[in-house]
């Protein structure tokens, strides 16, 4: 819609886009009919603060452009582009636990040390490159049992590729790129006593191991070591995905809701009460599709669930321990809306 609002004078009729608005005009005023704002949407949340550019620091750089906190902007588009539900929160933290949160960036420059050490230890945390560097440059490596690190250039060779400690996607020992289009390599140096849980181990370009890859801490923090850049392309793919929907599912049941199989089709808006939701799908493919399935772990024990669609028709096809199908019509590039009801 944003190519139609910043134009100021409409719709331009040589781009022939009238029918195709006018048509769809009724859906969109049904989508909006479900109060569809920012503040409602559920999912984990990507951390970001309007004022970072007060505490960010830039030693490095000299121009305005190393005022712009880009890193805390990483998540959101990154996590609803494989499908989960995420939402970008700009309030300043306060305590809480059991929740879900993405951080990258150097938000942690905004938080005060109590409050970085109450959202580690009380909630399901999400951390790139960045973050874990900002962290440890605070002096708070500690919170994470992490000593040091050491950040190596994308194209210079340490870190060439990760391989998986199991099964993934149907592959064993799973080979994952870990140059060119990930951004800069975070090598983390663990303290002793410390016991990450190591998902991925890094090899470089002779097949010798490098260091740790992807890792979880204390069960409640998955880290993911790259800088990402404008256009993260290798860190968009099924094995990262994979890796991030099992983390999220057994440590943050609860906030995460994901659509299966069909890596195209993206959750981008949760609302939550007590007895149903609101899910959209939005199918950023040339693929049609007549059904989605929806991982949503936090329905486990629903009983009587019932689907809806939101102008459009949508009907239930399967409903076991906490996925969902649904039969509905999602055509190429499209946005879709259903409700969920239960008792």
């Known amino acids: 819609m944003n190519i139609f609002e910043f134009n100021g004078n409409g719709v331009l009729p040589g781009h022939d886009y009238a029918d195709l608005l006018n048509n769809d005009k009724p859906r969109l005023n049904a989508f909006v009919g479900e109060n569809t704002r920012i503040s409602g949407h559920s999912g984990v949340k990507a951390l970001f603060s309007p004022k970072s550019s007060y505490t960010v620091y830039a030693s490095d750089r000299h121009s305005l452009d190393a005022l712009e906190p880009s890193g805390e902007y990483f998540w959101a588009p990154y996590l609803n582009s494989m499908g989960i539900a995420c939402v970008p929160d700009p309030k300043p933290y306060q305590k809480s636990a059991g929740g879900a949160y993405a951080i990258g960036g150097q938000y942690f420059r905004n938080l005060t040390e109590d409050e970085i050490k109450d959202l580690l230890a009380d909630n399901t945390c999400l951390l790139e490159g960045e973050a874990v560097v900002t962290l440890c440059g605070m002096g708070l490596g500690h919170f994470l049992g992490i000593d040091g690190v050491v950040v190596h250039k994308d ?181 879709r809306m259903i409700k969920l009801e239960w008792n």
């Open 155 to 335: 194209d210079g060779g340490f870190a060439a590729y990760e391989l998986s400690g199991g099964d993934i996607c149907g592959i064993t020992s799973a080979r994952i790129r870990a140059q060119t289009g990930t951004g800069d390599f975070l090598e983390i140096k663990f303290s002793a006593g410390s016991q990450p849980e190591i998902l991925t181990e890094t090899y470089n370009y002779d097949h010798m191991r490098a260091a740790p890859g992807m890792c979880v801490i204390n069960g409640k923090t998955l880290i993911l070591p790259y800088f990402p850049p404008q256009a993260p392309s290798s860190l968009l793919n099924p094995q990262r995905k994979v890796i991030i929907e099992n983390f999220l599912r057994g440590a943050a049941g609860g906030h995460f809701t994901a659509v299966k199989d069909k890596a195209h089709v993206h959750c981008i808006w949760r609302k939550t009460k007590d007895t149903g939701c609101t899910l959209a799908f939005m199918n950023s493919s040339y693929d049609s599709h007549s059904s989605v399935e929806i991982d949503a772990p936090w329905l486990n024990g629903v009983k009587n669930l019932k689907v809806t669609g939101v102008y459009d028709e949508a009907a239930l096809r399967s409903f076991e321990n906490g996925t969902v199908r649904v039969k509905i019509d999602l055509p190429y590039m499209s946005v």
